[in-house]
Structure formats: C-alpha cells, structure tokens
C-alpha cells in the first residue's frame, strides 16, 4: 500500500515576486499533489499531500529547478496529519507578526519580454514597461512586504481584464507578476523641455531619439533614477554634458546596444562577458579598444570604459538609433541622484535640455552597480541596482545591528537572523541631500524588512557625518565605534565567509586611527570582534590637510622632504611650482603646522603620481592613482622593483618608503620611461606586502591574509600582491559580494558591533 503523507514546508529567501508560487504549483500539479502555496511575511509557506516518494521529488525539484530570479537562504520540512486534501491551490498572501520576507533585486527585462517587445504581433510591441514574473521592477518600487500589487507603487495602476486575467493565471508566465501592466492601463511615457513643460509630442521616445540624435542632453527616467543622457560619440555633446554637470574629468558610464557593439568598442574576456550579461546587468570596466569609436573624453586618460547593457525596455528602444550612450547619474556632481520628476526637473535645471520621463512612482532611488573582473572573478565596486537588497551570509547569528557606513561611499547595513543587508549606494555625505538619502534608505529597509536595531555602529571618527547621523538614531540604543580599518577587515572576513583571525593588508585614503593620527596603509592582525595593529607605512606629513588630497604635489614635496631634506632634487614637477607656495609648504612640513601625520598608501600613490609629473591636481577621488595604474604596460615584462625598508619598532613592523623614492627619482632624472617606473612602484609594493605578511606569520603563525581598502581596486597591484601572496603558500581572501573601497565599511562595522553584543552578553 502506497503511504501517503503530508508536509508543511517554511521557504525563506528570495521567493516573493520572482514567480515562486507558479513554479510551486508547477510541480505539485505536475505530480498530482494536494494542498496549496501561499506569500506570508515570512516567505512561502507550502502545505502539500501525496505518496511519500513522490513528496521526496516534489521537495528535491524545489531547490533544484528554481525560477531564475529566486533564490532560497532556508527550507524547512514538517510532517503533519494527513487529511485529505483535493486539488491544489494558490492562495491568498497572508501577514504575520514575524517578518523576515526577502525582496528581489531589480531585474533586467527577460528574453521572452524583450521578444514580445519587438513582435508586430504582440499586445505590448513597444511598450515601454513591459515585464513578467521573471523580471522587471522589485526594490525599487516596494513600500511594503508581503511583496504584492497594494505594497508597491503600481497600486496606482489598475489592471484592465486582459492584464488582470494574466495575472491570475496560475499558467500564465505574469501571474502575480506585481509590475504587470499594459498600454492601456499601465505607466506612460512623456517629454518635457529644459523648464519640466510638458510638450504635446505624439511619441515622446521618439521625440527624446531625435534629440539625442541632434547633440542634446536628455534626462530619462529609469528603473531606480534620472539618468543624464547624450550620444557617446558626439564629442561635442559629452564636452557639454562635461561643463554643465561640473564633472571635470571622471569617467562616464556607458550603455551599448548589445554584446557584439561593445565587444567592437572594448576587448571581452569570457569572464567579463559573463558579467557584463549577468541577471545583474552592472557597469563593468573593459579595456578600450585602439579603433573605438567614442568620444576621448567619454574617460579621459583611462585605457578602461564602463559599459552596460540594456536593463529595461525603455533602454533596448532607446539604443536601437546608437552606438552607444553615456548613461551617467541624473545629478550634479555630489548630490544623490534624481528620481523624483519635480526633484529632477529642479535640480537638473540648466544641465538637461529635456527630459524623457514617465509616471510610474520610484519609491527608493538606486544607482546603477559598478564591477570588474580582477583576479579572474567578478569584484564590485559600487554594490546598488541588481545587487540590493540581496543578502550576505554572516559567519554567526548576531544582534540586530544597524550600522551607518563611512562619509565616502556610503551604505548602511542591517543585521538579523546571520545575514546582513546592505543597502544600495548612498553616496559621498559633503551636503544634507546625502545626508537625507542616507535617513530615507534607512527608514525603508528597517520598514521592508521589519528589523528592530538592538544596537548602532558608526565609524571612529567622531567628526564624521555618518557618526552624527548615528547619535542621532540611538535614542537610548548603545553606539558601537569600530576603527575604519577594523571594519575594512571585518567586511572582507564576512564576504569570504571566514570569522577570522587573519592578517589584514588595508590600504586606502584616510581613516581615523585609534591614536589619533591619519591611518591608511595598515597591517592589522585580527577577527570580527578585536584587532591588533602590526604593521603601517611609515607616518608622513599631509601638508594642508584636507587639501592635500585634491592637490597631490603637495604629498610628492612631503615624501620627497623627508627622502633628502631642505635640499630637494631639481625635478620637472617642482619646476612647475608656485616657488612662493611650495616654500610655504615647506615651512608647514618643518613646522608640522596643519600638516597631519599619515600612514596613507593612498596618499603615497598621490605623491608618485605628482612626483613623475602625472598629475599634479585631482578633479575626483582616486584619479593620480588610477592614471599612474593605467601607465603601466599590461604584457607583464617590467619585473623590476623599488624596494621599501623594514623596520622593527616596538613590536610595530615600520614601512620605510624613502629608498623607494629615492631610487624613483634616480630613474626619473635618467629618462626612464614613466611605464616602468610606474611597474616599479608598483611591484616593490606588492613585494613589500609579502615581505611584511611573512614576517608577521613567522611571529603569529600561518593565518589567511585578507586585502581590503579602496587601494585595492588597483587591478595591477592587488593581482601582483595575490600572486606572490599565493606563491608562498597564503591564503588570499579578496572581495567579491561587496565592495574593498568604503561601499563595504558598514558590513564590517555591523559584524564587529554585532560579534562583540554577542560574545560580551550585551542586551
């Protein structure tokens, strides 16, 4: 006799809105099951009832054949009394008092969307918002879970029958697809001119094509954002958009057409294909090609341009006219980007020509994510669109934790049940715009995902913004600050899923260090609750302060001050000088007057770059480092390495770079060329840190080595670094789920406040 029994099965992750439940009632019809499937705060909860064989196959084709944009973090099983239950159901979303539900990402539009798009024959050819339970609109336009049609906001759109019958089509490829809508009863487009007017034009793409066509700057409104578009190879067009944004010379982020364009303007790996077409859709970094096409000064002195595909239908119309367009933030330089249509017809004044917008409400902006392949896998370098709200899996169940990131590259990070969300991109906190992004992303996900904070982690730095903000929330919750580049540490422990210990190579710009001074080129030995400080650069003056991170010379006088004194060596860069300013500098480094102490390798790649006239100034964060990178011949043949000395000094291992430059400076004055000295510097650092990882391990014995820090997006150092690390027998743990630059600092200050709550009984 067959034995017949009956489970209730809790499935948690991302299975609200990603077509769960059709798929559900797929195998369970398919295999003549009973019972039914339901969305509840939680997640799905599936009551079934059959042969006891078949229920096995039933739960082994749940977690095996997953719709594409689902995913499971928990499956548990119970057996219940059977009772003889007919015919299986879909049945209303219920709430409870637990919700611990996740929401899916935006997803770009999926094949079988993108083929009804461009079918003659089909009722949404060329509509704009054309989506289905696999893809489509999710994070951005929730205001509430369960993740039904009320709680986002299509709830302004009511379905007309067609649409309606769709959606309650167990069969149907958009039942209960949220975003489901049509021409006739869903989102419109429409234009408008430079002062937001809107223009009675009979088809607004168009309208918005042939202004692009002619030079203009568009504003469109997409999936998480305003962005501000022009055609990538109209130089005269990208110059404009260049002066009217006050965007002097950082990259611009492109989209192209599709793989075959973009593969005619960058060389593609296999690797950076299968990013590039990832359910993701990320910008991702792609070497330019010799013949491309663009304009130079889409990224000015950068062999690198960040390219996307397509990610709503919206794009796939837009693009059919071009060889690709800039596709960059709808804001002014520093201020979060437009998603709003009244905020962006007032804040993009006098940079947009016109605007290419619609009427379906975005109810939390999201900027679009930015990665790179970089050691042979994906690394991000902004964690947003596509990535968020997806959670990380902590190494432990911790307290609920809210932490509120760094000042630059701002996320925030919520904790509960051993995973963490991060939030999207924020931005630099320099104005209260950010600063009310900041508030407003976290009072949507503490209300999506229903978390309590038992505790809030800010960083050390008293004076930060981002700290201010977390005073404020605390009300009579304990504050937690975690040292930046503990929390550097932290986050690259938890992304390899590692609680530690391990030696910390942290190399970046500036953080606040626990005496006091200006940290940034760290050697830290420690795990998710502690660390101890090993190793650093050596301290050097940062002359003008805040200044000299705009204005690099004054780094390159600095480091070349202390390498040979008053008498500093006759080189082109100097020559340049002001003799008046660089004598006052001078007289600040002597007199230590506002010239801060710094351990900074950020702040030494400044001075290398001045130093070998590469750049003397900066227009945005991280630019001296990055062109000095992009000097470097990629084939591999310069091996030859400035060396740094090594001291010990009260149990402190000293990175002493004068050698280095004083060699640097030998080769410069001989005419080497600046694509070898650049190597140089380069591999003698990448040694170094071997060097220093060794010396630590012969004393703390053999440990992994995590490299974290905005330093680390160097694609040429942190491979160089990794392979010899590798060499000699390290393990390497590198980013992959968030990003080594500050965009990552909160999950680390979430899991150290969280690990020391838990080890240390807090309430």
């Known amino acids: 006799m067959t034995e017949v029994i009956r ?409 509960r049940d051993g995973h963490a969300y991060l939030s999207q991109h924020i931005g630099d906190l320099k104005n209260q715009q950010v600063v009310d992004s900041l508030q407003q992303t976290i009072a949507h996900l503490q209300k999506v995902f229903e978390i309590e904070p038992q505790l809030l982690a800010h960083d050390l730095h008293p004076d930060y913004l981002s700290t201010r903000v977390a005073e404020q929330l605390a009300g009579e919750l304990p504050l937690v600050a975690v040292q930046h580049h503990h929390a550097h540490l932290a986050s690259c422990l938890v992304d390899n899923g590692q609680p530690g210990p391990a030696i910390g190579v942290i190399f970046d710009g500036i953080g606040y260090g626990s005496d006091g001074h200006i940290w940034g080129g760290e050697f830290l030995l420690g795990d998710l609750r502690e660390f101890k400080r090993v190793g650093r650069l050596a301290y050097r003056p940062l002359p003008g302060g805040d200044a000299a991170t705009r204005e690099p010379w004054r780094m390159a006088v600095s480091y070349l001050y202390s390498a040979f004194g008053a008498e500093l060596p006759e080189l082109e860069f100097l020559r340049q000088l002001d003799g008046s300013a660089l004598k006052l500098l001078l007289q600040m480094i002597e007199k230590r007057l506002n010239s801060p102490l710094t351990s900074s390798v950020g702040r030494l790649f400044d001075a290398v770059s001045a130093l070998i006239g590469v750049r003397n100034r900066v227009s945005y964060e991280g630019q001296a480092a990055l062109e000095l990178e992009m000097l470097i011949n990629q084939d591999g043949s310069e091996e030859s390495a400035y060396s740094f000395a090594l001291k010990r000094i009260d149990d402190l291992y000293h990175i002493d770079p004068n050698p280095m430059i004083r060699s640097l400076v030998t080769d410069l004055t001989a005419g080497v060329s600046l694509a070898q000295i650049s190597a140089r510097f380069h591999n003698g650092l990448a040694q170094t840190i071997l060097d220093v990882c060794r010396s630590i391990a012969a004393e703390h014995g053999s440990l992994p080595v995590a490299l974290s820090g905005g330093v680390f997006q160097n694609r040429y150092l942190t491979e160089r670094a990794a392979e010899l690390l590798r060499g000699a027998g390290f393990k390497v743990l590198l980013h992959r789920q968030v990003p080594p630059n500050d965009g990552g600092l909160a999950l680390g200050q979430a899991a150290i406040a969280g690990t020391r709550a838990a080890t240390d009984g807090w309430n």
């Open 7 to 415: 489970k209730q099965i809790r499935i948690e992750g991302i299975v609200q809105g990603v077509g769960f439940r059709p798929f559900v009632y797929r195998l369970a019809t398919e295999r003549q099951l009973a019972g039914s499937v339901f969305n509840d705060s939680r997640g799905v909860l599936v009551d079934i009832e059959g042969p006891a064989a078949v229920i096995r196959s039933f739960l082994a084709a749940l977690q095996t054949e997953l719709p594409p944009l689902a995913s499971i973090s928990r499956l548990e099983s119970e057996t219940r009394p059977v009772v003889g239950t007919a015919g299986f159901a879909i049945v209303e979303s219920r709430t409870g008092s637990s919700r611990v539900a996740q929401i899916a990402p935006d997803c770009h539009v999926c094949p079988d969307c993108l083929a009804e798009l461009f079918d003659h024959q089909d009722r949404r050819y060329r509509y704009p918002f054309i989506n289905c339970t696999n893809c489509g609109p999710r994070y951005s336009i929730v205001t509430g879970i369960p993740y039904d049609r009320p709680l986002t906001t299509m709830a302004d759109f009511p379905m007309c029958e067609v649409c309606r019958s769709e959606y309650e089509n167990p069969l149907s490829r958009r039942f209960h697809a949220q975003p489901n809508a049509c021409a006739e009863c869903g989102p419109q487009l429409s234009f408008a001119d430079a002062q937001g007017q809107r223009l009675p034009v009979a088809d607004p793409l168009a309208e918005a094509i042939r202004r692009l066509q002619a030079g203009e700057i568009v504003a469109v409104k997409g999936l998480g954002g305003y962005h501000l578009v022009v055609d990538a190879a109209n130089d005269t067009a990208v110059r404009r958009l260049r002066k009217r944004k006050l965007r002097d010379e950082k990259p611009f982020a492109l989209m192209g057409p599709d793989v075959d364009q973009i593969r005619r303007l960058a060389h593609l790996c296999k690797a950076e294909e299968k990013l590039l077409t990832s359910v993701e859709r990320p910008i991702v970094l792609l070497r330019r090609r010799a013949a491309c096409c663009l304009s130079d000064v889409v990224a000015p002195n950068n062999k690198f341009l960040g390219f996307m595909l397509p990610y709503t239908p919206l794009h796939h119309l837009l693009l059919e006219e071009f060889t690709a367009l800039v596709m960059t933030s709808g804001n002014q330089s520093d201020e979060p980007i437009a998603f709003e249509n009244s905020d962006a017809q007032a804040r993009l004044q006098g940079i947009a020509d016109c605007y290419l917008q619609h009427n379906r409400r975005i109810h939390i902006r999201t900027d679009d994510s930015i990665t790179r392949v970089l050691d042979g896998q994906p690394v991000l370098y902004r964690r947003s669109r596509g990535y968020v709200p997806r959670g990380v899996k902590l190494p432990a169940e911790l307290p609920a934790v809210l932490a509120v990131g760094a000042e630059l590259k701002n996320t925030i990070c919520l904790t």
